[in-house]
């Protein structure tokens, strides 16, 4: 029995399998925003976050209220912290962001460079 525990306990507690599949992809503020060559869209992969001058790995993730409470170390311009993302997919389709009392809506990029 034990044998076949640990696998299913490594994907449970595994942070890169946590998210939501439904979340992964390229969003922005606005659709025309997708363009990678400069700041605005962000993507969201199994391993965390990505975007202009920015990475971020995902330490924690846990379902909260219908979306997720993500918990990423991140790295940028030279610096390195901590973030704590609420996200939620909207019956829109949009992805609500909230970190810091701060509201942020995207829209996902129908086509986004890999």
Not at 39 to 58: L, M, N, Q, V
Not at 68 to 96: F, M
């Amino acid at each position: 029995m034990t044998k076949y525990l640990i696998p299913v306990l490594l994907l449970i507690s595994s942070p890169a399998l946590a998210i939501d599949r439904s979340y992964l992809g390229a969003w922005a503020r606005e659709p025309g925003n997708c363009d990678f060559s400069g700041a605005g869209p962000f993507r969201i992969t199994a391993k965390g976050i990505e975007g202009h001058e920015f990475d971020c790995t995902t330490k924690h993730a846990t379902p909260d209220g219908g979306g997720w409470l993500v918990q990423l170390s991140c790295a940028g311009e030279g610096d390195t912290y901590n973030l704590t993302l609420r996200w939620k997919i909207l019956p829109n389709g949009h992805l609500r962001e909230t970190t810091k009392g701060k509201v942020v809506e995207y829209m996902r990029c129908a086509k986004a460079p890999k």
